[in-house]
């Protein structure tokens, strides 16, 4: 039930947006937009138009930053993608590609005398090169079928490059006179992922590069039926080159059907251009072990790594390697927290990353020969990607007010200087709500970090319908996201109060909070979203009498449960992607690892005391106290927790006779991807609570 960094960027039309002009840079591209609003209160239209900017590249001389911005249409209902750079000193931001095409994965070449991209130009995604300045575009590659990802080797000799391979045969190759069939047989499980269909798997090839084309292409995974990267959410940053050019580091689960959707049990695999050889680095780690970073002289690698099989979400530690002597040592026994993206400094005595604490997402750094690790930056905000960059970092950022950009940010003391502002314009006409953290005591007398979010325009003096946000995941902080579904200043625009908690089961609190939920469904978490509702509906400002709940993913779940035991708190709940019925959910979901760790195992385990209290607090066994509108949000390619979760607690709402709304969609996952989908379902939410709640 993770949340996914998915994403395509759009833009907006005029029809109902209450926008008084739009214009567009290029009528055939969608790109950036000019709005001008016509109030300063975010609509779903406005939140669609944002730019979306990452995947920054720092240049190899240091003075040129390399990112793409994303853009959406709700007209076209399709997004687009253009590549841009800033001059950081000078801070001027220059567009490099304006195509319908759209531009991704971008990187410098080794020499910094190109730049690399994905583009489907041709038909299918295949890798480009331009110059620095945008000018020279010319196709680099010809890979039948197309590829999804690509790195140059630092002497600019190779390209590895990643494709879909189908390596099983399917139903046509075993009947070439029925080509119309539609039929699948299975033998066994992941047969199908998140949203696809499992009929192919990303291998990784290695190919020869003079400077102008690739040839001489080699599959190093070659007849495996393994991933890598590992579906749903990898990237490239699970493959990466030694400095030498000489190997391949890549992580990978060589497991299938059962034994893959039972264990998160993945490796970090190195091949040798030379000699065609494979071997594993990371083998009796039982745990997820993944993004491998070496140190400039490539006598060290670092990674990120989880202890315990099957337990997807356990504390992500930093392991070092080395490559001489095979010593390895884990550098985060003291630090109770997680880390994420790992990068080197030039002269290998630092390793950066990003780690959640308190709501935030902030930046710290290992000095490797003392094993000591530093907090860079704190405040209320959410770092992305770093890159060190002599005194300096490169860094992007976002908070629940804005949407990512890219700063600066100095070592010694933290401060950050925005470099980017691809929002400026749509920003200084909004006004925000104030976000607020709060700290409350919880039923067992902890301290529980809890977001407020206030309603642009707040006026003490009045009284507020207030919305209790229940996070997914499970194990997933309520930090300083900018979500464009999920969005607190979208929901506080409509004129409510947000209360977030981060309840029990949450990182950035230590491992003991994170783990306490497994288990536990139904049980501690939930009384923490009570406490956090209960302790602000006390606020002069917030009508007791018009309380909703909403939430996502696990989040849907704990609305589900809400809903047969809130004792009339609440006046109008809404549940998207979420359980209804546990033990159903561990006969369909795709991710078997996870219910066998957070549920305890199957239901028919009457001896697993643990199971049996899991599936004994399934929501669905509580319908019978159903008493308040609900409403439910799923859509038909989330395999993830199927949509026949969804429509069965539709029907039992409206069989117990209590009202109820189905919204459904045929063609999204286990998330809103397209700008239609997207407004509809803005619209649609606050039809529903304004309709009970105002």
Known sequence: MKNSHLSFLFAIAMLFTGLQSFSQENSSVIGKHNLKLSSDIMTPEVLWSFGRAGDIKLSPDKKDLLFGISYYSVEKDKGNRDLYSIDIKSKKMTRLTETSFGEYDAQWRPDGKKIGFLSSESG???????????????????????????????????????????????????????????????????????????????????????????????????????????????GMEQINWTPDSKMIAYTCRKKTGLEYSESTNSDIYIYSVENNQTANLTKGMMGYDTNPVFSPDGNLMAWESMEHDGYESDKNRLFIKSMINGDKKDYTVDFDQNVHGLTWTEDGKYIYFTSEWHGSIEIYCLNVAKGKIEQITDGVHNYGTVIPNGKTLIATRTTMSMPSEVYTVNIKNGEATQLSFVNKDLLEQLTMGKVEKRWITTTDNKKMLTWVIYPPHFDPNKKYPALLYCQGGPQSMVSQFWSYRWNFQMMAANGYIIVAPNRRGLPGFGTEWNEQIS???????????????????????????????????????????????????????????????????????????????????????????????SYANSPHKFVDKWDTPIMVIHSAKDYRILDSQGFSAFDAAIIKGVPAKMLWFPDENHWIMKPQNGVLWQREFFSWLDKWLK
């Open 124 to 234: 299918s995604m295949q890798l480009w090169e331009m110059n620095p300045d945008g000018s020279g575009k010319k196709q680099i590659s010809d890979i039948e079928g197309g590829i999804s990802g690509f790195k140059y080797s630092p002497n600019q000799s190779k390209i590895l490059f990643t494709k879909e391979v189908k390596v099983n045969p399917n139903i046509h190759d075993k009947y070439p006179d029925l080509k119309k069939t539609s039929g699948r047989v299975l033998t066994d499980l992941m047969y199908r992922h998140w949203d696809v269909w499992v009929d192919t798997y990303s291998h990784i090839f290695v190919a020869d590069y003079n400077g102008q084309t690739v040839s001489n292409t080699i599959d190093i995974m070659e007849g495996e039926p393994y991933e890598s990267p590992m579906k749903p959410f990898g």
């Open 519 to 613: 288990g536990d469904y139904g049980g501690q978490n939930m009384k923490d979203y009570f406490s956090a509702i209960d302790s602000l509906k006390k606020e002069p400002f917030i009508d007791e009498n018009r309380l909703g709940a909403v939430g996502a993913s696990y989040g849907g779940f704990s609305i589900y449960w809400i809903a047969g035991h809130h004792n009339g708190r609440f006046k109008a709940f809404i549940a998207h992607d979420g359980i209804f019925n546990l033990e159903q959910q561990y006969v369909e979901t795709d991710e078997l690892w996870f219910a066998n760790w957070d549920l305890g195992g199957p239901f028919w385990d009457k001896n697993n005391k643990i199971a049996q209290r």
